[in-house]
């Protein structure tokens, strides 16, 4: 969800006008204050404010009030998932008519993973290591470190130990539905039909895996101009998943 927090493809960000103080709403496009005895006191312009390296639209203050968690799948699972929300017959149940790669957010959540990291919202500590033994991830800031852990969870992980993932699943799925409601549905239907999370019987066998492994399959059901797509898709987000994956919880 990273995405809808700040502009796409890496555009420069201003903060929301309707979250600016009262005294920052009133000014013009290119940041200069209009004082009160102005005649343009209440001009319709929008304000440009930023602040120094938030990529976001939410100034500081308010994002300092989130406990961030962070979830992230490989982009070869992901991708094709999103993919197939934007076209026939599911396209009709979500509204979603056509793929557009800025949408799947991976860019976007490097992008905020890092200035959180580098304004001490999180980290550097990881949650579920010892810091002594993270010396490699606790380059930023180490004068002043967060009390508030990095919290990265991979999807896929949650398949081998779910924890208490299931904890109070009715209550969950209650709130999950009152707060997302029918916009949010078509896109969370599964998760929100779902009973819980079931552990994998077997691990996954790790190997080394290529794009080519899943491209003739992408191309039986999406079509040779859907496949190349998706490849591609995959391809450029590779890094941002590579990158956020370092950070991840590591079960015991």
Known sequence: MARVLMPLNGKAPSISPSLLPPGLRDTCDHGQTISESSPNFRSPYIPHITEPGNPTVLPESILQGFNFTFLIRHPRLSIPSVYRLSIPPKCHTTGWHGFRPEDTGYAELHRLFDYLRDTQQVGPVIASRHPATENGHQTRNQNSISSVEICLVEADDLLDDPGDSNSKGKEKLEKAEAQFGEWMRPFHEAAISSGGIRKR????????WSVEDDYVK????????GADTIRKCVQENLVHYEYLRQFKLRSE
């Open 218 to 225: 992408w191309v039986e059901e999406f079509g040779k101009e």
């Open 201 to 208: 019987e077997k691990k996954k066998a790790s190997k080394e």
